[in-house]
C-alpha cells in the first residue's frame, strides 16, 4: 500500500526488522558527521527494537512509497511529554520532504493530555537542525556527548 498520499501509517512490532534496515542506512551519516559509530541508532538490536514498538507508549508512524518504507519516527509518551526520536528517512530520498511530512501528522497521533513534544540531534546535523527549527520546534539546551552536543529542542503541541 502507498501511504505517502494518505500520510503516515502505524507501525508495530512487525515492522521492527525493516525500520532497524531504515534506520542504519540513515543513520550512517549522523555517525559519520559526528565521529561515533556507536550511536544508539546503529548499535539498537532488533529484539530491543520489537519491544520498544511493542510497547504500549510508544506510537510507530511511517510512510511507505511502492510497499517499501521510505520514511519513520517514533513518539515515547511520558505523561504530557511526547519524546520523538529516531526520524529516520532512507538516504536516496533524504531532502525530498518525507522527514517534514512526517512531522506534520505528529499531533493528530498524540493521546489527549499530551502538551510538548521534545527531541534531540547532534550539534553536526545542520539540515536536522534547520528542518526542526522550520517545525517550530525551539532549542532548549544542548548536553555532551564527549566530542560534540546534543541539541534538545521543544515545542508546544500544536505549533507548527
Known sequence: MDTEAQGALQLTASDAGEV???QRAAYVSE???HDDLAIPPLVQTLDDLRAELADENVIGLGIRRGGRLVAA???RIR???AEL???TVVPDLQGGGLGSRLLATIDDELPPGVDRVELFTGERSAAN???Y???GYV???RVSAGAYDLVFLSRAVGAR
Open 133 to 135: 527549527r522550520r517545525m
Open 20 to 22: 532497524l534496515t531504515l
Open 73 to 75: 519516527v517514533r513518539l
Open 129 to 131: 537542525l534547520r528542518l
Open 85 to 87: 526520536g529516531r526520524l
Open 139 to 141: 532549542e532548549d539546551r
Open 79 to 81: 505523561g504530557r511529554l
Open 31 to 33: 555517525a559519520i558527521a
